[in-house]
């Protein structure tokens, strides 16, 4: 079992297709860190030796300081969206509101995520409210 950027590697899998489990690591990505290896595509996690597992490890965290991966590239995404909320622009209006940004339907679809995103808020919004209550009290 091996752990890389806090995502477990299934271990009956080729490395190829267990790279590719790590958010912000497609099959390209996995594919050039594979070559630059010298890993064959099919090779499993469960055979590999201690010295692959190491020159792996080094090599991700090389390659973390140059491109975000995990949890470092959904922050950067969160932000993102936080900052076109914040200047009002269309988009960001519609990721606000859990609405498609994209220009596709909302008379028949997207009915569904419109209403889990207004649960969450409303949820939010008293868990805030109960927060504030506490805080004065004390």
Same mark, same amino acid.
């Given at each position: 079992m091996i752990?890389? %950027? !806090?995502?477990?590697?299934?271990d009956n899998k080729s490395i190829f297709i267990a790279l590719s489990s790590i958010y912000g690591i497609g099959k390209n990505r996995s594919k050039l860190i594979c070559k630059k290896l010298g890993f064959l595509p099919? %090779? !499993?996690?469960?055979?590999?030796?201690d010295e692959?597992?190491?020159d792996l490890l080094n090599l991700i965290e090389n390659l973390s300081t140059s491109i975000a991966f995990a949890s470092d590239l959904k922050k950067i995404i969160k932000q993102?969206?936080?900052?076109l909320a914040l200047i009002n622009t269309y988009r960001g209006i519609r990721l606000k509101k859990g609405l498609p940004v994209r220009g596709q339907r909302t008379h028949s679809n997207a009915q569904t995520a419109s209403r889990f995103v207004n649960r969450y808020q409303e949820q939010e919004k008293s868990s805030q409210k109960k927060n504030k209550k506490i805080r004065k009290k004390k």
């Open positions: 752990y890389v %950027l !806090k995502t477990q590697l299934p099919n %090779l !499993k996690v469960k055979n590999m030796s692959q597992i190491f993102n969206e936080n900052n």
